[in-house]
Structure formats: structure tokens, C-alpha cells
């Protein structure tokens, strides 16, 4: 075999191989979405599973609730509720604004009281609405979430029930 034939078989088992290969998706940092206090994480006081973060900044219609990942993503915003709700309308009724990640995971935030900036875009750390207490809630606060395909995923948070957050504590990280 001549080395040209012998070059042009090594560069294609090359690339063949470069193929092959998976390639990341890009992690973002989730950020707190307003100062607060972690109230739940994996589990609630009770015991019973949530597998999410809720962060409560202590009072209902809390300016800003911005959006907890840092980088441009494309949010979807749905608006279920349009009143002010504190302490929950039922379940099913959160407003909310959702970012579906490369990976195929999709990163939600719910609760939110709608304001003029509740609305679909691509945005870094954009305010979405007030704090809120819609859903099926007994208090305003801001509810972080990490699913795909039904199955809720609680890998990606580093916070504990009971720590005290500001808008630049970082939460955890998402692909």
C-alpha cells in the first residue's frame, strides 16, 4: 500500500472515529431567583418528595422574579393565572416559565405572579414577574425544577433546606 492511500484510510478511520465521539452540552449555573430562604429541596419538612428548590423571599408580590439560569436560553412563559395569588389557587393554575436545554432536559420555574414581563423570549437572568403564590402552594416563593420525560432529576442543586440566598448564590447546575 502506498503511502498516500495508507494517509487518506488513517485521516478517514479519524474522522470515523471523531464521530463517535459524544458531545457535551454546555452547563449552566442556575443562580437563586431572589433573595430568600431554601424552604424545600429533595424531600418537604413532612418527608414527602418534591425533588425541586423552593426558595421564599419572606413576602407575596416580591419585585423580579428573574429567571434562575445564567447564560441566553429561550424561555416559554405561561401565564394561568393573571391576579396576584399569595397562597395558591389550585393545582395546576402556576404560572410558569419554562427553558428546554440541549441535553433534552427541561429546567421550569413556577409560582410567579404575571407582570408586563411575563412573556416568551431568549434571555440571561430576565425577571419573568413578581414572587407569587400560584399553583398548589400555602405561600409565595420561587419553585426550581430540573425534569425530563416525567422523571424529575435532584443531582443538579447544592442547596440545603434552611440556607439563606441572595440573587448571586448559586443553586446548582443544569445541561
Known amino acids: ?18 464521530a ?8 449552566y449555573e442556575v443562580r437563586s431567583p431572589c433573595p430568600g430562604t431554601v424552604t424545600a429541596t429533595t424531600t418537604y419538612s413532612d418527608g414527602s418528595p418534591h425533588k425541586a428548590v423552593d426558595i421564599a423571599p419572606g ?15 429561550y424561555w416559554t412563559v405561561t401565564i394561568r393565572t393573571t391576579s396576584a395569588i399569595c397562597n395558591g389557587n389550585g393545582s395546576g393554575n402556576q404560572n410558569e416559565a419554562k427553558a428546554t436545554l440541549a441535553s433534552g432536559w427541561t429546567f421550569r420555574q413556577w409560582h410567579f405572579i404575571k407582570t408586563a414581563d411575563s412573556r416568551s423570549r431568549t434571555c440571561d437572568r430576565c425577571q419573568v414577574g413578581n414572587i407569587g403564590g400560584t399553583g398548589h402552594v ?16 435532584t443531582s443538579w442543586y447544592k442547596v440545603s433546606r434552611g440556607d439563606s440566598v441572595t440573587r448571586s448564590t448559586t443553586i446548582g447546575y443544569v445541561n
Open 59 to 73: 413576602s407575596c408580590n416580591y419585585w423580579g422574579a428573574e429567571t434562575g439560569i445564567v447564560g441566553s436560553v
Open 1 to 18: 500500500m502506498n503511502s498516500r492511500v495508507k494517509t487518506t484510510l488513517m485521516t478517514a478511520a479519524a474522522m470515523a472515529a471523531l
Open 138 to 153: 400555602t405561600g409565595p416563593h420561587a419553585h426550581l425544577q430540573r425534569d425530563k420525560a416525567g422523571t424529575l432529576d
Open 20 to 27: 463517535l465521539v459524544p458531545t457535551a452540552t454546555p452547563a
